[in-house]
């Protein structure tokens, strides 16, 4: 018995012929029914539920086309407009067919073809149908999970993780949240201080990896004084003032310089701290998370990053694993970016085919969540259709050269110049890293000022790089 047997509706009026296709279904696991036309078949369907319905187009009474409309506008009591419908039509009929898909027909078959080809065309619909089901309904249960925002976790290691959480939440406890670059790093912080008892107070981000040196890390956390440094022209507070009774959230701590760190460890050690230029202690009641994508034990242990302070946020500890070890998620996730997107932008595209979703899922996704966020943005404004299919995704950089060829380049059809090339791949790798240009450097192989050099050449911009002082 096939996996994915179920209730069949089969419409036709060759009784012979629909005879001899029930028998060959029954065989294959399917429970099947009967009906000789359209308005005995909407009577079925109004009383019974039924996981496919096959039918006939030329048939007496109603036709096909017919219970086909009336299905879709949900006419009749407990039709359900969402139950998948194969075709059957003759050779000489296609465009019947054709109009039939139009009006909602998951697929057509002709009535010669052989029995194998009848039964995938049924086990195809029957999956397609059952995949956009189990994915809407998982994003709108996971929309309902309000307490943990926009955290979409249907795997089980991501739903360890939220375990976690909602343990530490509830505690003053330092957490540190690790991964690699765009997990949702970011978006786990927020959940574990939208459940804490300071939820109610301000949640402030430091990304530490876009502040290049000392005094604009310090500025940013500290604030200053007026006259502090040229161009300081009035005192300014901090972000670790700002984020008084709420949580202060420091991306990318790895990144700071043995300075930073040492006025960091005092600062999480005494609740105090000093504006630039000044000399009054400040107290603040702040819990502090902290994130980073590298190994802050091996940095300690080399030397590279202090080990009191390591010891210091290492009081809870949260790995979140990438999105290529926890695939369930990525359809789930790519349902949900692709609905956001589309109501943002007022398009279209709403779902994605069960062909496009397994294409998807079989991605390696380097720069995780966010790179599939990305991703589905592109979609939701370039695929005019009401459903993305797998030819679709060349639209979005994910053709077939690169999720099956294993091609690093693939050139359009054009050409482009090596420039073109450049840009584009530094681009790519400055979204993968949050902008972060020091990481986006590493992920490309190249030098911090090879990378600053190439910035400047091809004057790529971001908000996130301008910080106010």
């Given at each position: 018995m096939t996996e994915l047997s179920g209730n069949v509706l089969l419409v036709e009026d060759d009784q012979r012929y629909a005879e001899r296709l029930k028998r060959n279904l029954e065989l294959e696991?399917?429970?099947?029914?009967?009906?000789?036309?359209?308005h005995e078949a909407l009577t079925l369907l109004e009383n019974r539920s039924f996981d496919l319905v096959l039918t006939d187009l030329k048939m007496p009474g109603m036709d096909g086309l017919d219970l086909l409309r009336a299905m879709k506008s949900g006419e009749g009591t407990g039709v359900d407009p969402e139950v998948p419908v194969l075709v059957l039509t003759s050779v000489k009929s296609i465009n019947s067919a054709v109009e039939a898909m139009r009006l909602g027909a998951e697929d057509y078959v002709t009535k010669d073809c052989e029995r194998d080809e009848i039964l995938l065309r049924i086990r195809r619909a029957m999956e397609?149908?059952?995949?956009?089901?189990?994915?809407?309904?998982?994003?709108?249960?996971?929309?309902?999970?309000?307490?943990?925002?926009?955290?979409?976790?249907?795997?089980?290691?991501?739903?360890?993780?939220?375990?976690?959480?909602?343990?530490?939440?509830?505690t003053e406890a330092t957490v540190l949240v690790t991964g690699e670059t765009g997990v949702g790093k970011e978006l786990i912080s927020r959940a574990i201080h939208d459940n804490s008892p300071r939820k109610q107070y301000p949640f402030i981000e430091v990304n530490c990896g876009a502040l290049p040196n000392d005094n604009m890390f310090q500025s940013e956390l500290f604030g200053h004084e007026k006259g502090a440094f040229t161009g300081a022209e009035t005192m300014r507070?901090?972000?670790?003032?700002?984020?008084?009774?709420g949580t202060l959230f420091l991306d990318e701590i790895g990144d700071l310089s043995p300075d930073s760190q040492r006025k960091l460890l005092r600062a999480l050690e005494l609740r105090e701290f000093e504006r630039l230029g000044g000399t009054k202690r400040i107290r603040v009641d702040?819990?502090?998370?902290?994130?980073?994508?590298?190994?802050?034990?091996?940095?300690?242990d080399q030397g590279d990053f202090r080990k009191d302070l390591f010891y210091r946020i290492n009081v809870y500890h949260i790995h979140i694993p990438p999105l290529r070890e926890r695939r369930d998620d990525i359809a789930p996730q790519a349902g949900y970016y692709l609905s956001f997107f589309a109501e943002k932008y007022g398009r279209t595209a709403r779902e994605f085919s069960p062909e496009?979703?397994?294409?998807?899922?079989?991605?390696?996704?380097?720069?995780?969540?966010?790179?599939?966020?990305?991703?589905?943005?592109?979609?939701?404004?370039?695929?005019?259709?009401?459903?993305?299919?797998?030819?679709?995704?060349?639209?979005?950089?994910?053709?077939?050269?690169?999720?099956?060829?294993?091609?690093?380049?693939?050139?359009?059809?054009g050409g482009a110049g090596l420039d073109e090339i450049e840009r584009e791949a530094i681009i790519q790798a400055l979204e993968r890293t949050d902008w972060v240009q020091k990481s986006a450097a590493e992920m490309l192989q190249i030098s911090v000022d090879r990378m600053n050099a190439r910035v400047k050449k091809f004057n790529i911009t971001h908000p996130s790089w301008k910080v106010h002082h």
């Open positions: 696991g399917y429970q099947v029914t009967a009906a000789l036309d359209g397609g149908r059952r995949m956009v089901t189990e994915n809407r309904v998982l994003r709108e249960r996971l929309q309902k999970q309000s307490e943990f925002g926009d955290v979409i976790a249907a795997s089980a290691p991501m739903q360890a993780v939220l375990h976690e959480v909602e343990e530490v939440a509830s507070k901090g972000r670790f003032e700002l984020a008084h009774r702040v819990r502090f998370v902290l994130a980073t994508n590298r190994n802050l034990k091996e940095m300690a496009a979703l397994k294409a998807l899922e079989q991605c390696d996704w380097p720069g995780n969540t966010r790179e599939l966020r990305i991703i589905c943005e592109r979609l939701a404004i370039r695929v005019s259709g009401s459903r993305v299919e797998l030819e679709h995704l060349a639209l979005s950089g994910l053709g077939e050269s690169e999720a099956t060829t294993g091609r690093l380049v693939s050139l359009p059809s």
